[in-house]
């Protein structure tokens, strides 16, 4: 079974330093008929402003993920940690007991898109942590490329929930599946371009829930960036 959640349907908010979409409830918006999906809780697709951003604020018992699709952004934490994020990089930010963070646009000139994933973790107040790791086009063109994992196999970053991540670059006509036991579900969600999803025609921004599938199936329709959530 595969449920198509179209983007053009997600919440949405225009702050004008900030313009956001939401795939499931989130802030403002909320819809009880999408509040996740197993463990995935949010994906955001936000835009920020030349020199705007998200000032410090706090997290718990959550993992985050932040996969940044074009420009630069800058994360300082209470842990101590501090770098820009990059198209390429992906970041895992477990907040466990609690951390503080602020996400700013590193550029005075230059929007900054990227999509701020959370997921809920396995067990409630671990230590806090922070991991950062880049995947380049070449690592995923025409496959899945783990990026994130319980184990942080094949160098993906590690996320203490019961869920792969996985990321794919796909030209028109490329192929790339992963196979899904009938304890899994999966959830697609299309960063930029057009690909089908077990025959389904997704554009940019939409997001598919597939449960009894022996496989999710994706093939490139239109230069497409994809990301592959594999979850309990």
Do not use: C
Request: hydrophobic share 40%.
């Amino acid at each position: 079974m595969i449920t198509i959640r179209r983007g053009t349907e997600r919440g949405a908010a225009d702050h004008g330093w900030l313009d956001t979409k939401h795939t499931f409830s989130f802030a403002d918006y909320y819809d009880a008929r999408h509040l996740g999906f197993r463990q995935l809780r949010v994906i955001n697709e936000d835009r920020v402003m030349p020199g705007q951003g998200f000032g410090t604020h706090p997290h718990r018992d959550m993992e985050i993920v932040s996969y940044v699709l074009a420009g630069g952004l800058q994360h300082k934490d209470s842990m101590g940690n501090g770098s820009v994020i990059k198209p390429g990089d992906v970041q895992r930010m477990s907040a466990g007991t609690g951390v503080l963070h602020s996400e700013y646009n590193a550029s005075t000139t230059d929007p900054v898109h990227f999509l701020q994933i959370w997921l809920l973790p396995a067990q409630q107040a671990i230590a806090p942590g922070y991991e950062q790791k880049t995947f380049s086009d070449a690592e995923k063109r025409g496959r899945l490329r783990l990026v994130a994992s319980p184990d942080g196999s094949d160098g993906s970053v590690t996320i203490h929930t019961d869920a792969k991540l996985y990321a794919a670059v796909l030209g028109p006509g490329e192929q790339a599946e992963l196979p899904l036991p009938k304890s899994r579900h999966a959830w697609v969600h299309v960063a930029r371009g057009q690909v089908k999803a077990n025959g389904h025609l997704l554009v940019a921004g939409d997001g598919a829930a597939l449960s009894d599938e022996a496989k999710v199936t994706l093939e490139g329709v239109e230069g497409a960036e994809v990301l592959v959530f594999d979850l309990a």
